[in-house]
């Protein structure tokens, strides 16, 4: 599968079917859960700045509330689309069973640009977004969140619409919003510091010492920026980060082979993960292609980006000092790569174990909103290591005892987990 026609929701199908296969999962079962239970797909008038009108296209699309209500990001991209929407959402589904939290999965989007909009705009078409889905989301239904490009500023825009609509407070309608608003302490760092828990429960088993490993980023965004930040404070390098450069419209690699000051990057990047690029340089760092982060000679690579970047046109590029792959991203590996992963031995921590430190921490959130007291940032980040540690660790249990990739016994676990919930419910 080459990059041109890559589909992430046919990628996600392909995954499934390769484990619904191997547990031999019922037909009907089967039938369900390879396709998204619901779909809203909307547009969104947006009065802009210039007095112009300009109509955005929206998506909510919820995989399986089985387990509790849908719940996953809303992702604001220029090349969003309903194949994409449907992919996260069932990713989503995976990601809340193999952390065991009672919750189903879901995800929304919205073809646009928010780095060319400005704020009013944007807060216009957070709003439009919500007038369009209020009905059919909320607290015991679906719960929106954050995700690519969006961030806890949105989330409270979107709140506050659907708080004015139903007249009441429901801060549990969404997650990830500011502290202070309803937000958890924890929920910015959680998803980038879960990529980082799994990743040090993989160098554990691998008899690795972290302090001992450098590594390669894709993006600098909120998931990827706290990643790095945890990993260097576990003793990590991280020599290679790539981002997109929105004013030159490419993506940059930038290296420091004695490993970065992630504080100092994180100070020069905007709210999108674009590194200023001159600043970079002035601090030292070589510019390289942008796709040159696979090819590092690193012990480990973190895509926190988007899906479909490691695929079969860049697979051999990637060095063969690598033992560690932790997709922070979802989908972010084709799954034609899949076989030369475990060809390479290459140790795969996969996304919907991976980064569900953010999910997690948003039901830690919605849990705080029901009782309307919060938590320390210590007891949030003391409880989503322990929960990630133990989903990490029951993937790895399985993935040894029936000697199964890492990616297939996660989905074995969480398919396992829907379709009992399905078959209790007597939905099938
Ligand atoms: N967008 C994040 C994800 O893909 C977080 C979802 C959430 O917090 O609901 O996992």
Redesign the pocket.
Known sequence: MGQNVYNPFESAQIQFDRVADKINLDSSVRELLREPSREYHFTIPVKMDDGTTKVFKGYRIQHNDARGPA???IRFHPHETADTVRALSMW?TW?CAVVDIPLGGGKGGVICDPRNLSQGEQERLCRGYIRQIARNIGPVTDVP???VMTNAQHMLWMMDEYEVITGGKYPGTI??KPVGMGGSLGRKEA?GYGVIYTLREALKSLNIDIAKTSASIQGFGNVAEYAARLYTVMGGKIIAISCWDNNDKKAYTFRNKDGFDIEKMAAIKDSFGTIDKEKAIAMGAEVLDGGEWISQEVDILLPCALENQINASNFDQINSSVKVICEGA?GPTAPDCDNLIMERDIFLVPDFLC?AG??TC?YFEQVQNNMNYYWTKEEVLEKLDSKMTSAFQAVYQLAREKNLYMRDAAYVIAINRVAEAVKLRGWV
């Open positions: 719940k996953g990001g989503m990601k969140a954050p995700d997650t990830g998803t979802n980064n953010g999910v948003s």
